[in-house]
């Protein structure tokens, strides 16, 4: 077996198994022949395919290998499993190229194979001659005796053994025995894989790169089974099949994120529910459910399903024992999100609903008072949960209250939950337009922006149902209500509200507001505020024009970000809900804004794959991708921005947002070298900008622009952008007053004298920027401000350019800072005050060793390892362990030079 596990012999074999290569060393690693090794693992993590590779290797290198699936059909008095044997000799004798000895010992084992050879000693040891028999006729040109699912022949480790002592290498895999565990000479587990793995293993399968939103969605989806491959790979081939993935920018990304995916019904955890018949299915549908399962429920749980206690019991074993199920302090849980999804998706409509009901019924029931009662918060979830299955009751209406009550402070999700449920248990309530009112506001608060328009529609009658509206009712909360989830959700406010709540004398209509955003309007945080009063904290009340909050409006609107607006208005009484375009561009926006790149493309990217068909979204997909195609640019991704360009036009004139367009242009013109195209870009975009919703990015266009004059001395340029900066602060009203004010600020600064006064100018239009930590456009104030300091500021620029990842404008600052004789400042060599452990880690990085290898190596779990190394790459300013070692080099050369 010498050199059969690496060299050329692994090079002709088949790709090897993501993420196994520790184990593939391991199988191989005890010397020649005469070695039983073990394999274990939990369903699906890749042991056959592992086998598979070894088989490969093997035969790569001109070995002869006897595979022999013991998961196949057999009597179940073949309790050695003979007859799988004697066929995989029989399929494989070609291949095995033995003579006649081997057909007379394949004759007698068959004839010796018996029912009877079992019932005594004598027999079992005459059978295991005759195996022994026959496998030391395979020669000893045989490299390999694999055994596949040795644990489903409860005396497969004969076989084993006797394969062993007449000389031959065995690897056997099994999910645990400790009887072949214990006559093995190794035992290899298959690992969950760590999460880069998943990552190269998800390329090899989708034959593309995975966006990290799908990443997200199938770690969260999979819990504990995320590192599987088997559940990786089938989750995938599901996803295919309901069309749930879809190709953006050069990369995979999932359609419906909020949804959980699904796994297909032969997943070997969803075929283990499947052998326990329908009772294990109920149990997972109910714990899977909003409401929690103890373990002392069991007895309450079988009366409700019409089962013994026993029987309720020994299903609850099997799915606890088959990790279906996990128990943490005496409370039941799901492990794995993606079962329950599997499970409800192909259950009836009603099976879920009658489920919860029949619970809530058996624990009310007075016949079963002596069982241990329910928690009233748990049973209230199972009221809600059952739905229409429950006939109204007023006792369910008090509970229902009584719990949203207690709830409604600590997660008012499920307060909103039970006071609309107490709509149809309690008809008669008294107080219809303070539980109205309550209920929208919790409903705000919980991010459930489909239900505070669902419920808006039910109180006006817009659903089809007849007006509810109280006397006494609100119309300014809820006309309030409906235009903040009509903004949140990009949807237009239905007709029937609009005529039900629309008051056209007021200065200040929400609806009036909604709508005109919607139209592509222009819409002032002022008037905004004014609109959602009924919504607002007092502090947050009109007259704090100058409020924290406030300003933040001001900048999340001139972006056209509503959702930043309204949460900057609303405070926590405002939560953005799990998708739409208008949350999804915020989220893009927010990334793009802190420094976090890689996330603000996944969010540019879930717009095209959920809302790429909604004409509703066209504005908002188009400024995501321009965010997306700026990063792209500034990291000097040439293929991506590519990619991201098929979703722009190419000219700012025919773009919905011309001025964030040419930003892009300007910053891809200048750091290639070009000041003068990129002056002359920028300016003509200019004069395309008017006021509304072609003003979004004016501001960083007016910043950039000035910033390249600075740099490039381009003195002519001075007056036209100060006169640009003086018109647009006397025509613009509102929020895009406050952009250009904070912008003409900033000109003033670059373009005045060296002076006091123009260094305030300078400081007013440097600090709004970073006060808001958009990291992004910092760089280019503080581009501005050097102009206007001798280079003060460049550094920090160059600085921050580093740290967000764009090399091109780090490289042109550098460039800019050389010409200039700017130096930045001086840093402390990173090996200088590294731990013992850091370095030892360093240095094993450089040996090539995995994180798996290290952890070995220094005694510690690859999760602390990858700490170390998390912590490593900040320090050392670099992305990959290849980086991290050429710094390190870097570093170490920079201390001897420095000494010298």
Request: charged letters at 25%; a neutral charge.
């Amino acid at each position: 077996m010498d050199g059969i596990w690496s060299g050329s012999a692994a090079a002709k074999a088949a790709p090897a198994p993501v993420g196994r290569d520790d184990e593939l060393a391991a199988l191989g690693a005890d010397g020649p022949g005469g070695v039983l090794v073990v394999l274990t693992g939990d369903r699906g993590s890749g042991r056959t395919t592992l086998l598979g590779r070894a088989a490969a290797i093997a035969r790569s290198a001109g070995r002869v290998v006897l595979h022999v699936d013991l998961g196949g059909g057999r009597p179940d008095w073949d309790e050695y499993g003979v007859g799988l044997l004697l066929d995989a000799v029989n399929a494989q004798f070609e291949e095995l190229g033995a003579g006649t000895d081997l057909v007379g010992s394949t004759a007698a084992l068959r004839r010796r194979c018996t029912s009877d050879s079992y019932r005594t000693a004598t027999g079992r040891a005459a059978v295991h001659a005759e195996i022994r028999r026959l496998l030391a006729c395979l020669g000893p040109d045989v490299a390999l005796v694999l055994f596949d699912d040795a644990d489903l022949v409860p005396g497969s480790e004969h076989l084993a053994v006797a394969a062993r002592q007449v000389g031959h290498r065995v690897v056997a895999t099994a999910t645990g025995s400790a009887t072949l565990t214990a006559v093995a000479d190794a035992v290899v587990r298959a690992e969950p894989i760590d999460g880069k793995e998943v990552r190269r293993l998800l390329k090899r399968s989708l034959r593309g790169r995975p966006d990290r939103g799908l990443l997200t969605a199938l770690k969260r989806a999979l819990g504990p089974l995320a590192g599987n491959p088997a559940y990786v790979l089938s989750m995938i081939e599901e996803l295919h099949r309901a069309d749930r993935l879809v190709t953006v920018a050069r990369r995979v990304c999932l359609r419906e994120p909020g949804r959980t995916p699904t796994l297909p019904d032969n997943a070997p955890v969803v075929a283990a529910i499947g052998e326990r018949g329908g009772l294990a299915e109920d149990l997972v549908l109910l714990v899977d459910g909003p409401g929690r399962v103890r373990v002392d429920d069991v007895p309450l749980l079988a009366a409700a399903l019409g089962r013994t206690v026993g029987q309720t019991g020994v299903a609850v074993d099997h799915l606890v024992g088959e990790s279906i199920l996990a128990e943490h302090d005496g409370e039941l849980a799901v492990r794995c999100p993606a079962v329950g999804a599997t499970l409800r998706a192909r259950a009836d409509a009603h099976r879920v609903p009658a489920l919860h009901a029949a619970v809530a019924l058996a624990a009310t029931d007075p016949a079963r008072a002596t069982l241990a009662p329910m928690d009233p918060d748990v049973l209230a979830d199972h009221v809600v949960a059952a739905g229409a299955a429950l006939a109204p009751d007023p006792r369910w209406g008090a509970l229902l209250r009584e719990q949203a009550v207690a709830e409604e402070h600590r997660a008012p999700e499920r307060a909103a939950r039970f006071l609309l449920a107490v709509r149809r248990h309690d008809t008669a309530d008294g107080d219809g337009a303070r539980t109205t009112g309550w209920t929208l506001r919790l409903l705000l608060r919980a991010g459930d922006h489909d239900g505070v328009a669902r419920l808006v529609e039910r109180v006006v009658g817009a659903d089809g149902h007849e007006p509810a509206i109280p006397g006494d009712a609100d119309r300014g909360l809820l006309a309030a209500a409906a235009a903040v989830a009509a903004l949140t959700l990009a949807r237009p406010v239905p007709a029937a509200v609009r005529a039900a709540l629309a008051d056209d004398s007021r200065l200040t209509c929400p609806l009036g507001v909604a709508q005109r955003w919607s139209d592509g309007g222009s819409v002032d945080a002022d008037e905004l505020l004014r609109a959602l009063t009924a919504l607002t904290t007092p502090v947050q009340a009109p007259g704090y024009r100058h409020s924290t909050a406030l300003l933040a409006a001001y900048s999340a609107i001139s972006v056209r970000d509503v959702v930043g607006a309204l949460a900057a208005l609303l405070g926590p009484g405002y939560a953005c809900p799990a998708g739409g375009p208008p949350v999804l561009l915020h989220r893009a926006s927010e990334a793009y804004r802190s420094g976090r790149w890689g996330a603000a493309s996944a969010g540019a990217r879930a717009l095209f794959a959920d809302h790429g068909s909604d004409e509703r979204a066209a504005d908002l997909r188009e400024a995501a991708a321009l965010i997306a195609l700026d990063i792209a640019a500034l990291q000097d991704d040439e293929r991506m921005v590519a990619a991201w360009q098929q979703y722009v036009p190419d000219d700012s004139a025919a773009c919905r947002h011309p001025a964030l367009h040419a930003g892009t242009r300007v910053a891809r013109l200048w750091v290639s070298g070009d000041g003068e195209a990129a002056l002359e870009e920028g300016w003509r975009a200019w004069n395309l900008v008017g006021p509304g919703r072609l003003a979004v990015g004016r501001r960083s266009l007016l910043t950039r622009l000035c910033g390249i004059a600075g740099a490039e001395r381009r003195r002519e340029w001075y007056p036209r952008l100060l006169g640009a900066a003086v018109e647009w602060c006397r025509t613009e009203p509102g929020n895009q007053a406050a952009d250009a004010a904070e912008t003409w600020d900033l000109v003033r600064g670059v373009l005045g004298k060296d002076d006091a006064a123009a260094r305030a100018f300078l400081a007013r239009g440097v600090e709004p920027v970073r006060s808001r930590g958009h990291r992004a456009e910092l760089v280019w104030v503080l581009l501005a401000a050097g102009a206007a300091a001798s280079g003060t500021g460049w550094s920090e620029a160059h600085a921050i350019a580093k740290d967000i990842g764009a090399p091109v404008l780090r490289g042109r600052l550098r460039r800019l800072m050389d010409e200039q004789g700017v130096r930045p400042p001086s840093r402390r060599n990173p090996v200088s005050d590294l731990t013992d452990v850091q370095l030892h880690i360093v240095e094993l990085v450089e040996r090539g060793m995995t994180n798996r290898q290290i952890a070995r190596e220094v005694r510690m779990s690859e999760k602390t390892v990858e700490n170390h190394l998390t912590r490593l790459f900040v320090r050392f300013g670099c992305r990959t362990r290849h980086g991290l070692a050429a710094a390190r080099l870097a570093a170490r050369r920079d201390g001897l030079e420095a000494g010298a």
